[in-house]
């Protein structure tokens, strides 16, 4: 079998031949004065990309890693923690908080919804004494987006650490960490920039470094230890690396980035909406059902689809792959066998890789009994690119 | 401007991973025995793309180069020349043919038409001398595929160098050399085969070799000269060459016809059938008029459609890259501004890439006020290709 | 600054074109069906490559990820463990044997020497209740290697878990896994192999696992969780990855433990042994002294050389890389500034690439004043090339 | 057999990874906007190159491609031309000439000299009515640099055109076509631009253009017509091509121009003559001799060295080919048996591959019983290096 024609899936997506120029470079040792400086223009890169001024940490590992790394960073045993549930991920990041012997209450709200402010201020409210609030901002499960920029400062305000997971959301919707007051935050470089899924971008304020100084449990001498990032890198005056980075995702990365902020990153923002707006309309317009009860807060880098009867997600994925070329996702956790799912990221948010997205779906599930209209649906996702103006071929 | 999303032209056109990582090899020295065992391999896999044991020479140079050559080879002052033609490129050849003086009859059909064996055959007996019959197999400039299993045949019979221009068919359609009677005939990398531009592939039998030999014109000490390769590459054992080879291009080359025989030529061939066929049936579909007037004749690597009233090739090109990221060709020589032409050839002959072609040139034209239903189009290429079973992404 | 025009340092060190070229490939998703099959197709790569039957797994991170994580896997508190020590890395590894609050012995030689297996012996009937025997098999920070061969066996019988880091042993030196008795290793892409720095090659074997799954601190649901790979890879018929693996690197290890297959391990090795000993006989005969003190274990994947009176080893090696273009490693750790190290691994122990270290060492350090015959380096270090037969540039 | 290790030949010569990229890109359609304003840049880059404001034609096709069809284009029958000869190709150019008809008066020295501009002058004095005065700059079969500076301007003021074959200078040495009055040159993109082989960089003044036109034998409706490219795309604006260029080769010429011209050009000329006397001391230390006879006039091309008494060229090359990877040239035409060639052009002129190719060729040499001290050879050659402050790795 060969590669896929098209991967427009969940992310890992397809990247631009910039970053897969940057991946291909030959291997270089990691104290090589040109690696060493490339690393610290990355940090200054992805730092410009999260518009903040805090610290950039640059961690080896997708982003779980990021994220296990800052969460066993900050909480410690008894802290009062508020966990913010809209999916899959966010309902994962409430067991790991409890493993780590946090006390956790929890706000749920369907996964077909977004978390709303105000409810969120209300429990702020009702106990007043959370020292960490945790949120995903954009759920990749389901493509949901959350109003980051509400609930974040409410958080804030109310005197908690803010942490936000912002890995699908980074590069392709707005983050603004410092404006909004998020504390610590993990973006991955395998969504909406493109980029390579082996590291974790992790940006930690003094708050937070504060309260991981103070965390017995926080890891030390680990793989997972944000602190040897900070003792030996930081205060060492970026010179000296705790682990071996790896060097071709480093270039990976810092192309992604680079790239990103060189189009100027509210072009590509706009970009990501418009490539979303096509998907959701053509997708309605063949006949098909969104997950997302509401545009409002269906997500810029994914599309989620519930599934039709009569079809099961996998072997419609495989048909799709098999008979088209194109590689789609499904759902994710306890949605896997309830969802398609398109990505639409990075170079795959440009010229009509949507269009066909929309169409592989339509044609397969066609293929497979599914009573859909697909010249409707390929109308509808033409419809929304041609009035965009500019945004998805500049 | 970003290079183009989708490159979906009459060639040169979008290449596979492999070419591309084939041509950004290091530079290696065209007397490095590596290169040139692989120079020998690829005239040996050429011989095999054109199912012939005549010699292979690979000249550098856009095909163009190789036409020139052969024709400056082997025609000599006062040669009786029957030239078939059918489209633009027939044509010039024509025009080359009486600057080096040959004797020329010409048998036209119109352009939107295809060569008919019979007529040929009709011509052959009416004058019994021709000492060559030159035809172009596929008219790229027109996408139209003349018949050449039924027209060589006859020629040879009749006693004359058969000289075929095989650019665009070869690696699309299917191309039977030496079972043909076909003497002299060249080949194009950049077209079907979806290699580099930068080379002719020419295959030069015994007797067009003898004809070469006695022609007092024929190029010798020059870059046009096939009597140079044949006497420093052939007859030298193949360990010298004439002039130096273009490496890149001729690791390109030996990749892209590599892939073509490793997949199979009949399912390659196959592979573009459908692609042409989900194009026309889109176009179709849409509102758009086919230039060739019969499907039998529609050629396997290039779509052509007959430019509506009220809107101009050119800008219409310009809107559909600008816009959408996509690249398609309009007519070429006098049918420039006639005609729009869309290219399935290589990778573009897979997947879903006919459909982008399709609904970019549908979109780009309603953008611009033509009347068009590009959902219908839609549904029709998408058709074709659901009724084509395994073959456009195995 | 430009990139070096040679990197022959202790790793991450020179790749491979066919490295390179696997990294550089378009992304694609983890779920693709071409990506499962060549991460299934590492993992049979990779154990071939260790001689083993074990489960092999290909963890995300540079190869101390993959030693925390074997390492906090099999330890459980109060585990009576032997730590042999010749060098910095089975040092570090005792700090966490103790973090983990294991109870310790410790066996240890000069760094400049190998741990002898009489001495291993003579300690195991010591004791006779280790659990775990743990070893580095070859010290990248000081090149020296030690006699796993020799020493896993004694372990094995005495009833103890063998764990061994061969990080930058495996392909560079016979490493044995089943045959020797390891329970337990961690192999590292970017030494020997020449391919990235982002994954652990973990073999784990029956015995192993048993003690991961009866200790309660070994990790679960986390990055460092052998566990996890197990459960929900593993067991779950290897089509489901319990974390993202990083694309481009899995396509590097794949590209890399193929080529050297391809190549043939025992040539693979006699290469690496030919390079470290022109690097030896160069750098001694143009007046420097090597670090181990005997060539019985000198390492064939590094070099390392005692810093000469009157010069720093940082400085130097600026000086060598600015004046030079070639990028070489001093010491690490506590040894940091007493030695320099030549790698030579991969493609770096082919050719002339040891001879170009050894120069480049020679030639700097002559400049910054030290008094050094380079002419005789180039000399003797050629002589062993030539001697070589074959090996070094088949 | 594997590639090479190392490329040090005479060209094509080893590519830099900015090169090898370029040429990696995927193919893209010649009429894209994105590739003819590439090529439009390139032009522009080659007249910066060049020193030139004339026209700047880059024809497809190795540089002989160029100097055919400008020595086509200029030399009408009868025309009085003064052929400098100091080597293999300015022999060959005359052969040309003869059989375009020109009336030729040949000045030639032995092949291991230079030419005098006073002895041209004397020859332009004794004849005056010469309306052609061709030379090579650069003879890259025999290392010899000759004076253009000093020549040309005596023959443009003796009221001759004038022609130079600057194939292997341009990039490696100074040419200043306009200063010089050269009227019509060709540049090659794989000698010190370590660029591909397959594109002639031709430069064309106003005194050229006009003897093209009025020359009846002018080639028109050809491969090697400058005419055509004048017509087609330098009158129409720039904007179609007579004929389909290579765009890989475009982009690989790009990339190597611009390269050079971002490093300076007066440094990277500076960093190929450290080169070429690195190679030339360190030769002549380890007991060979250099062919040319002066150090004046040695090329900074390439090192032309004497094949010693007892061993054959050929085989050397092909020992040393396959004992230590390392590619090297032997003479060309008739100095093919008695001469070894060292490339030291474009990253070939960086670091330490000067001393590479030195020490290959020295101990194959000794390998084969040729006595000479290869140590020696290093030390002069690592000497230079030394000397030569910030160039060679900058």
Redesign the interface.
């Known amino acids: ?7 427009l ?7 631009s ?1 910039r ?3 940057a ?12 690696f060493q ?1 490339r690393f610290r223009e990355t940090e200054r890169l992805v730092g410009e990309l999260f518009r903040t001024d805090k610290d950039v940490v640059l961690m ?3 982003a ?2 990021g994220i ?1 790394a800052a969460a066993r960073g900050v909480v410690r045993p008894g802290m009062k923690c508020l966990n913010l549930v809209s999916g899959v991920y966010a309902k994962w990041f409430g ?2 908080l409890r ?1 780590y012997e946090a006390e956790v209450v929890e706000l749920e709200v369907p996964y077909d919804e977004a978390l709303d402010p105000a409810a969120v201020g209300a429990e702020l409210e009702r106990h007043a004494d959370f020292e960490l609030v945790a949120l995903v901002h954009s759920e990749t499960p389901s493509g949901i987006e959350n109003p980051l920029a509400g609930i974040a400062p409410l958080a804030k305000r109310a005197g908690a650490l803010v942490f936000a997971d912002v890995v699908s959301a980074v590069g392709g919707t707005d983050v603004r960490t410092d404006d909004w007051g998020v504390d610590i935050c993990v973006g991955g470089p ?1 969504k909406c920039l ?5 590291m974790s971008l992790v940006v930690v304020g003094d708050e937070a470094w504060a309260a991981i100084e103070t965390n017995p449990n926080a890891p030390r ?4 230890s944000l602190l040897d990032w900070r003792e030996t890198w930081i205060e060492g005056g970026r010179v000296k690396f705790p ?7 480093v270039n ?1 990365v810092h192309a992604a980035v680079e790239e990103c902020l060189e189009e100027g990153l509210d072009s590509v923002i706009a970009r990501h909406a418009v490539a979303a707006s096509a998907c959701r309309e053509g997708v309605k317009a063949m006949g098909l059902e969104l997950w997302p009860r509401s545009n409002d807060y269906a997500a810029n880098c994914v599309t989620a689809i519930r599934c039709p009867e009569g079809v099961e997600v996998k072997s419609t994925l ?1 048909h799709i ?7 789609l ?1 499904g759902g994710y956790g306890e949605l896997a066998e309830r969802l398609f799912r398109i990505g639409h990221m990075g ?1 795959a948010a ?4 949507p ?2 997205a929309v ?2 779906l339509g ?1 397969g599930l ?2 497979l009994g599914v009573d859909l ?7 509808a996702t ?1 419809q929304v ?2 009035d965009s103006r ?1 945004t ?3």
């Open positions: 079998m060969q590669e896929p024609d098209f991967t899936s969940a992310g890992p997506t397809m990247s031949l970053v897969q120029q991946q291909g470079r030959p291997m270089i040792f990691d104290y090589d004065p040109v400086e080896q590992g997708e779980v890693l296990e067991d790991w493993s395998q493109a980029g390579p899924p082996g001498g680990s793989f997972l682990y071996t980075p790896s060097v071709s995702d990976g495989s792959r098999e008979r088209y070329g194109v590689m996702s170079p440009r010229s009509l890789f269009h066909v169409s592989a044609r066609l293929d209209d697909v010249g409707a649906g390929a109308d033409l690119l041609s500019e998805v071929a500049a």
